[in-house]
């Protein structure tokens, strides 16, 4: 798929595409929210900006969402180490920096809105929950779990039935994060916009059920490919 957009293109519909755009506009201040009804050609000379590196940061964007995993079945047949690298690299850099750059975003909605939308409130917590847990459970398994799994894959780790175990203390707390994640979907009602809700409101909904599929995916590759090789 050809890059979508030019010059002509509106901030507001680059935005509602792919909603990540909207850590380039914020970037270069950019108001993709109330001020997002213009086309890029004009924000970008409003902020005194380089049309065609402007253009530049948001094909890296889209780049990264083309080519996001959209089946990974084909991983099913892939060696151990080639599925571990692969969760590194597409699942935890990318959870870290989505945690990172959505962060501020929940929490600006949450208090802007909290009052009229009280659920925004429990989505602020429910968010930092699921943020900090997960955090902890990747350097878990980038620290311990998966040089376990090289070690059980060559033969060669010290204490089979230990290793094993950490594996199932990894599926539970998959199996937690799933629930926060659906307890943010509940109070939600699936990411149901109220009539009011302004563009940042849009892009918080729009990113949080991205974040949900891109856990997804990652607990799909370790529970239903990589985890049952050993258990």
């Known amino acids: 798929m050809t890059f979508p957009f030019s010059a002509d293109s509106l901030v507001k519909d680059i935005v509602n595409e792919i909603p990540k755009t909207s850590d380039v506009f914020k970037k270069n201040r950019i108001d993709f929210c109330c001020g997002g009804?213009?086309?890029?050609?004009?924000?970008?000379?409003q902020h005194g900006l380089d049309m065609n590196t402007l253009l530049d940061e948001l094909k890296v964007v889209f780049e990264k969402?083309?080519?996001?995993?959209?089946?990974?079945?084909?991983?099913?047949?892939?060696?151990s180490n080639t599925i571990i690298d692969h969760v590194i690299q597409n699942y935890h850099r990318?959870?870290?920096e989505e945690l990172k750059n959505l962060s501020p975003y929940i929490t600006k909605v949450s208090r802007v809105h909290g009052d009229n939308h009280p659920e925004l409130i429990i989505v602020n917590e429910l968010f930092y929950e699921f943020k900090k847990e997960l955090i902890e459970h990747m350097e878990k398994e980038e620290a311990v779990v998966f040089p376990l799994i090289r070690q059980l894959e060559d033969g060669t780790v010290p204490n089979r039935e230990e290793a094993i175990q950490m594996i199932v203390e990894l599926e539970k707390e998959h199996d937690h994060a799933g629930e926060i994640l659906r307890q943010i979907r509940e109070v939600t009602s699936d990411f149901a916009l109220p009539l009011d809700a302004c563009g940042t409101y849009r892009l918080v909904y729009?990113?949080?059920e991205a974040l949900e599929s891109l856990t997804f995916m990652h607990v799909h590759l370790e529970n239903?490919?990589?985890?049952?090789?050993?258990?």
């Open 65 to 79: 969402y083309e080519h996001a995993e959209k089946d990974v079945e084909v991983w099913t047949d892939s060696h």
């Open 224 to 231: 239903n490919i990589l985890f049952p090789r050993y258990l």
């Open 206 to 208: 729009a990113r949080l």
């Open 37 to 45: 009804n213009i086309p890029l050609t004009q924000a970008a000379s």
């Open 94 to 96: 990318a959870s870290e």
